[in-house]
């Protein structure tokens, strides 16, 4: 979107990039050709956002709400199946906000560019601050900006992995996403693991934890491992289910 926008010259004032600290190496590695790239061609400079906070403050911080049966107790995994995942507020819409409010001031025009594509028409949101230029003005598909993408050589490495991209440990994930960081990226499977033991070692301390699964149906970090290398043995990977749980903000 942001090539086409650039390459046909509509305006385009700032590129936002919006570190959640909770990234995949490769991700940090392509938004560095992507600095390069769009400094070299278009004179432009991607802003990297960063959260005031880091996920461990939030994951391991106490609940303070006198209306919650939860207060007193350990924050835990963002449950993304049932609420708004605090680590994104936390980690993208609030830097973003101060971001722009610190560019252009509260009242300032303001219209962001959105990457939907055709396939996403139902998530257009009727706002006159955003604007969907894959769909209004370059008619594009998924599958359009991925050739797009290939053939311009700016493809993300990281959607030989996966269908969509986000932090590392997303707990919105689909089973294929996890089986691919369980398999490919060791590094981010083992901190999740180790976020799981701390908080279980809270809770059998005597600790309230609002929620200590990565996982829906209660299953921990060991049971996906066993149903992954079950499933490698018996050659049926192609049940596991492709679909987030939440289809978040999360996209490139």
Not at 165 to 173: D, I, L, R, Y
Request: hydrophobic share 35%; proline share 4%.
């Amino acid at each position: 979107m942001c090539d086409l926008l650039l390459k046909n010259g509509y305006p385009v004032d700032y590129i936002i990039f919006q570190d959640t600290l909770m990234e995949f190496d490769l991700m940090y590695h392509y938004i560095e050709k992507l600095k390069s790239y769009f400094k070299n061609r278009y004179k432009k400079e991607i802003i990297v956002t960063k959260p005031r906070t880091t996920f461990e403050h939030w994951c391991y911080g106490v609940i303070n709400d006198k209306t919650s049966k939860f207060d007193g107790c350990i924050r835990g995994i963002p449950m993304v199946w049932s609420e708004p995942c605090y680590w994104r507020r936390e980690a993208k819409v609030k830097p973003s906000e101060e971001l722009i409010e610190s560019l252009i001031g509260c009242y300032g025009e303001r219209k962001i560019y959105i990457g939907y594509t055709l396939d996403e028409r139902t998530r257009i949101q009727k706002d006159e601050k955003l604007l969907y230029p894959l769909i209004t003005e370059f008619k594009m598909t998924e599958r359009d900006c991925k050739h797009y993408l290939i053939n311009e050589e700016m493809e993300n490495p990281l959607y030989k992995f996966f269908n969509r991209t986000g932090c590392g440990m997303c707990p919105g994930q689909s089973e294929k996403a996890w089986y691919q960081v369980w398999k490919n990226f060791k590094d981010m499977w083992t901190y999740m693991v180790l976020v799981e033991n701390r908080l279980d070692q809270l809770e059998k301390s005597g600790i309230g934890i609002k929620n200590k699964y990565w996982f829906t149906k209660f299953r921990t970090c060991a049971d996906m491992e066993k149903l992954f290398k079950k499933m490698e043995k018996q050659g049926s990977l192609f049940e596991l289910s492709d679909e987030p749980l939440k289809d978040c903000f999360c996209k490139i």
